[in-house]
């Protein structure tokens, strides 16, 4: 008879134990920001989301990731529907983000060397300027409320093909969130485009998190965040990766 107790007992542990694990689940939305997050390619071919994804695999919990727009994922972390949204670099009144941004990125515009703006904020230098922007991406208000003209640049690297159009001169820039990984010696054609860039709209990319995720979760999600920039951070990494792995082919 005890030995039949004992039994039950271990036997309700391993299902406690067994539902709990099972129980345990984050879901996690993604916004395209080209080029750390790029919806034409694989979630696990992108920097940000390899970063992100690592870190998160300690937590011992199974994810499910989905791809948004940032409005829909606006409304989705408000609502609770996802635990998780990343990047994001709007500020969103009762969104909520962890404690340290991602990055910071500091957003702008490359020219052919010899049409060059070096300051930005002259916006009257922009009248009829034809500029190539990512899709996906953002711009700022400065470029959004001049008089340039707008033109969305598709297909797998962007950036690629702003430097290629703008050499060419069917653009006469195009627009980065991050000019500084454009425009810098690791990039074998940096020397053919010079960048600039806004000042006064340096970027906090965050992660947010729904305002019904549980303290203990949260706390654990702060944590293994915060052990992962401790190690390396997110720009150091982003700065240094194997940028083959990143690079769509045809």
């Known amino acids: 008879m005890h030995y039949l107790k004992?039994?039950?007992v271990i036997i309700l542990l391993n299902l406690i134990i067994s539902f709990q694990s099972q129980g345990e689940k984050l879901r996690v939305g993604l916004v395209e920001y080209p080029p750390h997050l790029n919806f034409d390619m694989k979630n696990k071919d992108t920097p940000i989301f390899e970063y992100v994804d690592r870190w998160l695999n300690n937590l011992n919990v199974k994810i499910e990731y989905v791809r948004l727009s940032t409005e829909r994922g606006i409304t989705e972390i408000q609502n609770g529907n996802v635990d998780i949204?990343?990047?994001?670099d709007v500020e969103i009144e009762g969104v909520r983000t962890l404690q340290t941004p991602l990055f910071h990125s500091v957003p702008g515009l490359c020219f052919k060397r010899e049409k060059f703006i070096p300051i930005l904020s002259a916006t009257h230098r922009f009248?009829?300027?034809l500029v190539g922007v990512p899709t996906g991406v953002r711009i700022v208000s400065a470029l959004e409320n001049s008089r340039a003209l707008i033109v969305e640049l598709k297909g797998n690297d962007a950036i690629k093909r702003g430097i290629h159009l703008t050499?060419?001169?069917?653009?006469?820039?195009?627009?980065?969130?991050y000019p500084k990984q454009v425009y810098h010696r690791e990039n074998p054609k940096y020397q053919e485009v010079a960048c600039s860039s806004f000042h006064g709209y340096q970027n906090?990319?965050?992660?947010a998190v729904s305002p019904k995720l549980s303290k203990q979760m949260l706390d654990s999600?702060?944590?293994?965040?915060?052990?992962a920039m401790e190690d390396i951070t997110y720009d150091y990494?982003?700065?240094?990766?194997?940028k083959s792995k990143y690079t769509k082919t045809n």
């Not at 906090?204 to 992660?207: E, F």
């Not at 999600?221 to 052990?227: L, M, P, R, V």
């Not at 990494?237 to 194997?242: L, Q």
């Open 6 to 8: 004992y039994l039950k």
């Open 85 to 88: 949204l990343f990047p994001l």
């Open 127 to 129: 009248n009829n300027l």
């Open 167 to 177: 050499q060419r001169g069917r653009i006469d820039a195009f627009y980065h969130p």
């Open 204 to 207: 906090a990319v965050h992660i």
């Open 221 to 227: 999600i702060e944590s293994s965040y915060k052990k």
């Open 237 to 242: 990494y982003f700065a240094t990766r194997d």
